[in-house]
C-alpha cells in the first residue's frame, strides 16, 4: 500500500481517450483497422491534401452519445467542432479537430469502490476529436518517420474533475471507466493497441488548503499498473520539491517504467496557447432528441444494475458480484451457466472465479474464447450436483473439456471417474479404514474432531478418488460415535 506524508493532500484527474468502434475515421471514410502497413489507411481528407473537406460520421456521435447517457450526463443537443493549433511532425494539418466550449457530453458521474466505501467521481465533460499519427523512431537509424493511419481516428476524451486523493482510486475509476466502454461497446479497450489510454494530472497542497496546487501531467499511460506507479513517483518528487522550499512546474512529463520516474517533456500548455476557435469547416452538429431516445434504447443492463441484481436476486456476495460483472462477457457466461444448470448459484461463482479464470489467465485467454462452452461447463456442474463427480474428480474432467478431449459425461466414463454413491460399498471402505487407523480413531472419540478430515482422506485413497465424500464423512461418523 503506497503512502505518503499526510500533511499532504493528493489530488488527481485523469483525461482518458477511448478509441470509438466505428468502421471508418472520424472525418473520412478511411478505415481505422489496427495493424495495417504505415500510411495505407491514409485519405486526402486525413492528410490535409488542399481543397478537402472533412464529413463528420454519425456513428462516432452516436457512441459518444451511449456514453454520456450511461454516465448519467447532460447530452449537449448542439455542439461545435473547433480547431486546436500546435505543430508536431504527426499532426498534418497543423491542428488537430477538437471539441472545446459545446462539447457533445456534460456532467456525469462514475461511482467506484474505495476502501472507505462508495465514491462518486465527477466527469466534468466527454468531447469528441480525431487523433494524431504516429512518429516511428526505432526504425530509422539518426531520423524519425510518420505514419498517418492513425490521423483522423475517432476519439473521445472523457475528463474527470480533479476529485482523486490517492493512486488507488485513480486506478480503481480507470478500471472502472474501462469497463464501462467495454460494456456498452464503444470501444474495445485494448491498452497495448492504444485505444484506451490515460493522462494524469497530479499535484499536491497542504493538507486542508483549498486552492490547488501546480499540476503536472503524465501523458499516454497505457496501463493500470503504470498509471498507479507515475502517480506514486510523481507524489513523492513533488512532496520532495516543496520540502526542499521549490516550487512545482507546470508541465507535461512522461513516465519512464523501466527506470520507474518521470521526465519533463515540454511546459503544459493552457487552453489559450492553443487559440482555439470554431471550425469553418464543419457546421454545428444538432441531435434530435428523437436520435438520443433511440440510442437510450440500446443500452444494455449496467454493471452498477447487474452487480446489485446478482446480490439481490442470484444471493452473490459483493465480492463474487464485483468480479463476475466487471466484464460483459464474463457476467453473460455467469447467466449462461446459471440457466442452464442445476447447481447452485454459489458453485457455478466459485468454479468461474476459480478453476475457469485460473485457465484463462494461465492460458492468456479472454472467455470469449473459452475451450469450454457454457452448456459443456452447466453440464459439468450438474455431474457435481448430482453426485456423480466429486470436486476432485470433476477438476479432471474440467482439465479433459480444456484440452477438447470430448463431452462431459463420455470423459467421465472412459476415464471411471464415475462417484461412487453406494452406500454398501462406501461401508466396506469406510470399515477398512477404521480398522486400519485405530489411533486416529480413538483421537476422534477422545473430542479431536479435526481428525475427521484425515480418515475421510483414507477413504477417498482407497476408492481412487471415486467414493463421495460427504457421504464418507458421515457414516465414518455415524461408526466411531
Known sequence: MFTWDQRWEVVIGLEVHSQLQTQSKIFSGSSIAYGAEPNTQASAVDIALPGVLPVMNQEA?????????????HINQRNVFARKNYFYPDLPKGYQISQMELPIVGLGELEIDTEDGAKKIGITRAHLEEDAGKSLHEDFQGQTGIDLNRAGTPLLEIVSEPDMRSPSEAVA????????????????????????????NVSVRPRGQEELGTRTELKNI????????????????????????????????????????????RSKEDAHDYRYFPDPDL???????????????TLPELPG????????????????????????????FFESTVNATKAETKIVANW???????????????IAASPISTAQFALLLDRIADNTLSGKTA????????????????????KGLKQITDTGAIETIVDEVIAACPEQVQQFKDGNDKVIGFLVGQVMQKSRGKANPQMANQMLKDKMS
Open 61 to 73: 456521435a452516436r457512441l459518444a452519445v451511449k456514453f454520456g447517457l450511461a454516465i448519467g450526463a
Open 305 to 332: 444494475a447487474k452487480k446489485a441484481r446478482f446480490e439481490s436476486e442470484l444471493g452473490l456476495s459483493t465480492a463474487d458480484a464485483d468480479v463476475l460483472t466487471a466484464d460483459r462477457d464474463v457476467a453473460e
Open 222 to 265: 497505457n496501463s493500470f499498473r503504470f498509471v498507479e506507479r507515475a502517480i506514486e513517483f510523481e507524489i513523492e518528487r513533488q512532496i520532495d520539491i516543496l520540502e526542499d522550499g521549490g516550487k512545482v512546474v507546470q508541465e507535461t512529463r512522461l513516465y519512464d517504467p523501466d527506470k520507474h520516474e518521470t521526465r519533463s517533456m
Open 283 to 297: 457546421p454545428p452538429m444538432v441531435l434530435e432528441d428523437s436520435f438520443i431516445e433511440e440510442i437510450r434504447a
Open 352 to 366: 468461474m472465479v476459480g478453476e475457469l479464470f485460473a485457465n484463462l489467465n494461465k492460458s492468456d485467454l479472454e
Open 173 to 200: 475509476y480507470l478500471r472502472k471507466l474501462h469497463s464501462l466502454v467495454r460494456y456498452i461497446e464503444i470501444c474495445d479497450g485494448n491498452m497495448q493497441e492504444g485505444s484506451f489510454r490515460c493522462d494524469a
Open 395 to 414: 477438476k479432471q474432467v474440467f482439465a479433459a473439456l480444456w484440452e477438447k478431449e470430448g463431452e462431459v459425461d463420455a470423459i467421465i466414463e472412459a
